[in-house]
């Protein structure tokens, strides 16, 4: 998918995933800053593979990442808290669309994966 695709799919679905009252109900995201331990592993991560982010931004970042990702990666469920339906590939193009960049997109995936086993 194309980065303006990638864009327009974010923009579709914008309103629940910055909405931080809207959850999915089988497989919230998980709060990371509960777990220092892990954000501070999953940012030292993602600045071994060129990440380019401050620790807030990337912090920010990974919040909408695991909104987006974590039902259909984890939970293996593929709706979307609006009643529609994705898989892994469309909800990784939605975050590319919102952090601009399908690279910077897998760069928030691995320093996740290369910590704990995401999938």
């Not at 954000?39 to 071994?48: A, P």
């Not at 293996?76 to 910077?104: I, L």
Request: hydrophobic share 35%; charged share 30%; proline share 4%.
């Amino acid at each position: 998918m194309r980065i303006q695709e990638a864009r327009k799919l974010f923009k579709k679905n914008e309103e629940w995933i910055m909405n931080p009252n809207v959850k999915h109900k089988e497989y919230p995201a998980p709060d990371i800053k509960e777990d220092q331990k892990s954000l501070k592993l999953y940012f030292e991560e993602y600045r071994k593979i060129k990440g380019k982010n401050n620790f807030n931004n990337y912090t920010k970042n990974l919040e909408v990442f695991f909104k987006i990702t974590f039902p259909v990666f984890v939970g293996g469920c593929a709706d979307k808290p609006n009643g529609e339906f994705w898989d892994r590939v469309e909800a990784m193009s939605c975050f590319s669309g919102f952090v601009g960049s399908a690279r910077e997109a897998q760069r928030y995936l691995t320093s996740v994966d290369n910590i704990h086993a995401y999938t």
